[in-house]
Each structure stands twice: as C-alpha cells, then as structure tokens.
Nanobody, 119 residues
Framework: QVRLVESGGGLVQAGGSLGLSCAAS????????MGWYRQAPGNQRELVAV???????NYADSVEGRFTISRDNAKNTVYLQMNSVKPEDTAVYYC?????????????WGQGTQVTVSS
C-alpha cells in the first residue's frame, strides 16, 4: 500500500522560511508527478507546486519566486522550501503523488501538515 508521510509544518513569522518534506513508500513502481496542495478554512484546495518525473515544475502565481519544489527520486521524497512566507500562506499543506499504471494515473495523499504564518 502506498503511504505518504509529511513533516516540517509549524509556526513561522512573516518573512521567514519553512521546509516541508513528504516521503512515499510501499508499492511504488512509477511516479509521474509529486506535488503540494494547500487548503485554508473557507477556501478551496489549491495547487501550490508540482514537479514531474522529468524534472519540470509549475507553481501557483501566488507562490512563484518564493517557494521551491524539489524531489529525490531515489528516496521517493518531495520537498517544498517556503521562503518569504506571508500570513496568507497559512493553510494545511497536503502532499500528492501521482502513480502511473498502464495508461491510467492514481493519486495518493499525505495526512496534511499545518503551516501557520504570524504577522
């Protein structure tokens, strides 16, 4: 069974930095992409950043230039480095892994980790 374990959330002051990690294990054969989503109370879940198997990345406009996504394929781990954080970055952050089987794709999710940015 595929499991995603997140770590690194917490409280940080505006302008500071925080790093998130997500390690995938169990029954993983081919990962098409890994990414981070976030959801704040009253808001829809939104894509923060994604990195594909070939290494290309995409970022939400609100975080581009401040956040960096990276991965270690050997460890099946994805990271999110958050710099110059703002109070509006406060949310629960979820790790996502997209696994390919034949022509189909399946999504797996981490448990979520709270990031709170104080002003």
């Amino acid at each position: 069974q595929v499991r995603l374990v997140e770590s690194g959330g917490g409280l940080v002051q505006a302008g500071g930095s925080l790093g998130l990690s997500c390690a995938a294990s169990g029954g993983i054969f081919s990962i098409n992409a890994m990414g981070w989503y976030r959801q704040a109370p009253g808001n829809q879940r939104e894509l923060v950043a994604v990195i594909r198997s070939g290494g290309s990345t995409n970022y939400a406009d609100s975080v581009e230039g401040r956040f960096t996504i990276s991965r270690d394929n050997a460890k099946n781990t994805v990271y999110l480095q958050m710099n110059s954080v703002k109070p509006e970055d406060t949310a629960v952050y979820y790790c996502n892994v997209r696994v390919a089987i034949d022509v189909y794709e399946y999504d797996y999710w981490g448990q979520g980790t709270q990031v709170t940015v104080s002003s």
